[in-house]
């Protein structure tokens, strides 16, 4: 009879421990990896770019390398933005090869060579070479009927944003680093 009230003892101190115990565990706190996502302010060269309708190739890569960010925030630039079609003029498969993230920072690089710090307007750009933010120089060539930066044409310029200029320009720039990389020297 003692090992029956022993038990039956064990049982009833151990029966409220048990509901506990499983409460416990659902209770541990799951934890999630989250990933944050930067949305430029408002009215940025970064917005400007994504809400405009010719720069989603743009907008992607500038989201692949971080530069949305930079151009999302405070500071001055000054932006040669390649249209989408001005994209689709590279030779077949450099885009996609530049895209992938092996080749981040040569997509990075191709990017910084389209912006300037600083802001210029038509007005403010002149004839010769200027240091862009990859650290080579394009060739600014302004006459009275053509405006233009290396090879490509500014089509619109002048789009002024908070923290910045963008000129849209029809075809992308290609920095020397880049000679050789997917055919770009190839244009």
Request: proline fraction near 5%.
């Amino acid at each position: 009879m003692k090992t029956k009230f022993t038990r039956l003892a064990l049982l009833l101190a151990i029966g409220p421990l048990v509901p506990v115990a499983f409460a416990q565990e659902e209770k541990k706190p799951t934890i999630v990896e989250e990933k944050v996502v930067v949305i430029p302010e408002k009215g940025t060269i970064a917005s400007a770019l994504r809400d405009g309708a010719s720069f989603s190739i743009l907008t992607k890569a500038l989201q692949l390398t971080g530069l949305d960010v930079t151009l999302g925030t405070k500071g001055t630039f000054t932006v040669f933005a390649p249209t989408d079609e001005a994209f689709s003029k590279l030779p077949a498969g450099a885009l996609d090869k530049l895209m992938l993230p092996e080749n981040n920072e040569k997509l990075r690089s191709l990017l910084l060579y389209h912006v300037l710090p600083g802001i210029f307007t038509m007005a403010d750009l002149k004839n010769g070479e200027i240091k862009t933010m990859n650290g080579e120089k394009v060739e600014i060539d302004i006459k009275s009927d053509t405006k233009q930066v290396e090879d490509s044409m500014i089509s619109k310029p002048d789009l002024v944003t908070a923290n910045g200029v963008i000129h849209s320009i029809d075809k992308v720039m290609v920095p020397h680093s880049l000679d050789g990389f997917a055919g770009l020297d190839e244009e």
